[in-house]
């Protein structure tokens, strides 16, 4: 018996997401009193697997090639890996590739899915997880009754916990099957930090009026190395690139802070912020709701504060 993990990589390389799905899997695995396997699917050096087990993984199994993510191929090797290691547990990450893995896991492996995950289970029996509702407005916690679970995480729920151990690397026997799919052409964003692998954003509304005026934005996330993200209506005019669009219906993301300029806080919105660890606002309207899931408030038009704001950092850096 054991805990599974699937750890993503990018270009051979593993981001805080994989780490923290490592630390959060450790957690699951010592609550149940076993250890953890790392899968690592992609071509990446033994010396960067070996990273995995400082934050709690005792093996990692690697797949080489298979580069490209195609659901059926990746959903037949993590499945294989599972029954082969006794799992019990499952964990992947609650971001695009999880989302298209963890249904079909489920089929294969017959297993219940507790889906984007914001903590550990508060029991193992019977086993209770618990995960945001209604927009993240409430709570529920979700009892999994099938002998194999598959838990996604939440981006940035969990935290990074070193834990100073080693992990032995061990090559896959497991069969990738024929891929179903062809990926023709590959066109990657460079130049700029990801949304999801932020820690600061500075996103803004319709309050800014105009795309023309977004230098203030992109101003304030240079001095202080952030991300730049907007309000769907501000995706939907063409101002900014889809993206950039945070909120329900656009990329869920969790940074440690997050500057609302404009944006009124729609339900919908917030929903795709909400576990920001601190969130600023910025709006001209005292009564706008973002304000009621702010952590702080500026009244005041973001064309005039934000500049501001940001001559301020400046100033305070260079002394």
Same mark, same amino acid.
Request: with cysteine.
């Given at each position: 018996?054991?805990?599974?993990?699937?750890?993503?990589?990018?270009?051979?390389?593993?981001?805080?997401?994989?780490?923290?799905?490592?630390?959060?899997?450790?957690?699951?695995?010592?609550?149940?009193?076993?250890?953890?396997?790392?899968?690592?699917?992609?071509?990446?050096?033994?010396?960067?697997?070996?990273?995995?087990?400082?934050?709690?993984?005792?093996?990692?199994?690697?797949?080489?090639?298979?580069?490209?993510?195609?659901?059926?191929?990746?959903?037949?090797?993590?499945?294989?890996?599972?029954e082969?290691?006794g799992?019990?547990?499952?964990?992947i990450?609650?971001?695009?590739?999880?989302?298209?893995?963890?249904? $079909?896991?489920?089929?294969?492996?017959?297993?219940?899915?507790?889906?984007?995950?914001?903590?550990?289970?508060?029991?193992?029996?019977?086993?209770?997880?618990?995960?945001?509702?209604?927009?993240?407005?409430?709570?529920?916690?979700?009892?999994?009754?099938?002998?194999?679970?598959?838990?996604?995480?939440?981006?940035n729920?969990?935290?990074?916990?070193?834990?100073?151990?080693?992990?032995?690397?061990?090559?896959?026997?497991?069969?990738?099957?024929?891929?179903?799919?062809?990926?023709k052409?590959?066109?990657?964003?460079?130049?700029?930090?990801?949304?999801?692998?932020?820690?600061?954003?500075?996103?803004?509304? $319709?309050?800014?009026?105009?795309g023309?005026?977004?230098?203030?934005i992109?101003?304030?996330?240079?001095?202080?190395g952030?991300?730049?993200?907007?309000? $769907?209506?501000?995706?939907?005019?063409?101002? $900014?690139?889809?993206?950039?669009?945070?909120?329900?219906?656009?990329?869920?993301?969790?940074p440690?802070?997050?500057?609302?300029?404009?944006?009124?806080?729609?339900?919908q919105?917030?929903?795709?912020?909400?576990?920001?660890?601190?969130?600023?606002?910025?709006?001209?309207d005292?009564?706008?709701p973002?304000f009621?899931?702010?952590?702080?408030?500026?009244?005041?038009?973001?064309?005039k504060?934000?500049?501001?704001?940001?001559?301020?950092?400046?100033?305070a850096?260079?002394?």
């Open positions: 018996m054991s805990v599974l993990v699937y750890t993503e990589n990018w270009d051979g390389v593993f981001k805080k997401l994989s780490f923290e799905l490592v630390s959060y899997a450790a957690k699951v695995a010592e609550m149940m009193e076993t250890s953890v396997t790392a899968v690592s699917i992609g071509d990446v050096a033994d010396d960067e697997l070996a990273k995995l087990g400082n934050y709690g993984a005792a093996k990692v199994v690697k797949v080489d090639g298979n580069t490209t993510l195609d659901n059926q191929v990746y959903t037949g090797i993590i499945a294989q890996l599972a082969a290691e799992a019990k547990v499952v964990v990450s609650h971001n695009n590739t999880g989302k298209a893995l963890a249904p $079909r896991l489920s089929v294969k492996l017959k297993a219940a899915v507790g889906a984007g995950l914001i903590a550990l289970p508060s029991s193992t029996e019977p086993f209770t997880v618990s995960k945001k509702v209604f927009s993240g407005k409430a709570f529920a916690n979700v009892v999994l009754k099938t002998d194999v679970k598959i838990l996604t995480l939440a981006q729920s969990f935290e990074v916990i070193e834990v100073g151990g080693t992990a032995t690397v061990e090559a896959s026997t497991a069969t990738a099957g024929e891929a179903k799919t062809t990926v052409d590959v066109q990657k964003q460079t130049g700029k930090i990801l949304l999801n692998d932020a820690e600061i954003v500075v996103s803004g509304g $319709r309050g800014l009026k105009s023309d005026n977004w230098g203030i992109e101003e304030l996330a240079e001095v202080l952030a991300a730049t993200a907007c309000s $769907r209506p501000v995706s939907d005019e063409g101002w $900014r690139p889809h993206e950039e669009h945070t909120g329900q219906t656009g990329k869920i993301i969790a440690n802070l997050y500057f609302a300029a404009g944006i009124s806080g729609a339900i919105h917030m929903a795709g912020i909400s576990s920001s660890k601190c969130i600023v606002a910025i709006n001209n005292a009564d706008a973002v009621e899931s702010s952590d702080y408030g500026i009244v005041g038009d973001a064309l504060v934000l500049p501001a704001l940001t001559e301020a950092i400046k100033e850096k260079n002394k």
